[in-house]
């Protein structure tokens, strides 16, 4: 069975999709671990164009079945990005009363596991009940946050308002710069959770992904996709240390 990695933040803006995008591909395509990127955002999702694909088919397309999914199920609805990581998009039109509830996602999750080593889930930002159902359900919660105020300020409210339910938790700061006043040790200290990564400032990394769909973690002289490599390689072995 496979491992569920989710990717939560308090606030929008932080670069969550853009590390889960690079995740996956690391996993796949780095370590040749079998990956599937589930964009559990409604409507909303950009998953798709951080890897310059137009999928067809989206996680709506499997409601009807949400309680009998197959491994043929599966096939039809994701796309792939390359051999060995697959993509469920999100749908292409938002509709509010159209996201997962738990039970579904539960249903959606038993599947995904039968068939890939590793499942990341890029879940909506801030509060709501998807993301709620999201926390409860993965084996490994990663809580991204940019180092300035309003980040930090939610991202303490956030984490005060998880459950244990002895799930891995561990930090990921983004856009970190070199000699800022707020180090990671101080981010570290002030959230009391464990610092797993942190990923430095790369504009120009961030904006041909973001433009032309390339992860970062397949150019070598990005700083950015060095980090994200890196952070890949510690979140397997947590994985598997937990296993």
């Known amino acids: 069975m496979g491992a569920v990695i ?17 995740l996956a591909a690391a996993f796949a395509l780095g370590h040749r671990t079998r990956t599937a990127l589930i964009d559990l955002n409604p409507g909303t999702g950009t998953a798709d164009l ?3 694909l137009e ?3 989206s996680w709506a397309d499997l409601l009807n079945v949400i309680d ?7 096939e039809l609805a994701v796309t792939e990005y390359k051999p060995g990581l ?11 009363n159209q996201s997962l509830n738990k039970k579904e996602l539960i249903y959606l999750l038993d599947a995904f596991r039968k068939e890939y080593e590793l499942v990341l889930l890029d879940i909506p930002a801030g509060v709501s009940d998807l993301a709620q159902a999201a926390l409860d359900l993965v084996d490994l919660r990663l809580i991204l946050l940019t180092p300035d105020a309003p980040a930090l300020q939610l991202t303490t409210r956030y984490l005060e308002s998880l459950s244990d339910n002895g799930s891995l938790t561990g930090l990921v700061i983004n856009q970190h710069a070199q000699g800022a ?3 990671p040790t101080m981010i570290k200290n002030l959230l009391g959770r464990d610092l797993v990564g942190v990923l430095p400032i790369d504009p120009q990394a961030a ?4 433009s032309y769909g390339e992860p970062c973690v397949l150019q070598k002289s990005s700083k950015l996709g060095q980090a994200i490599r890196k952070l ?3 979140l397997l072995k947590m994985i598997n240390s937990n296993s």
Do not use: C, M, Y
Not at 68 to 74: K, Q, R, S
Not at 86 to 95: E, F, N, T
């Open 50 to 52: 951080l890897l310059d």
């Open 68 to 74: 009998e999914l197959t491994a043929h199920h599966l």
């Open 6 to 22: 989710g990717i939560f933040s308090a606030k929008g803006g932080v670069g969550k999709t853009l590390l889960a995008t690079n």
């Open 232 to 234: 890949s390689a510690q």
């Open 86 to 96: 697959d993509l469920l998009a999100s749908p292409s039109i938002v509709v509010w």
């Open 181 to 183: 006043a707020v180090t």
């Open 207 to 210: 904006w041909a992904n973001i």
């Open 55 to 57: 999928p067809e088919r």
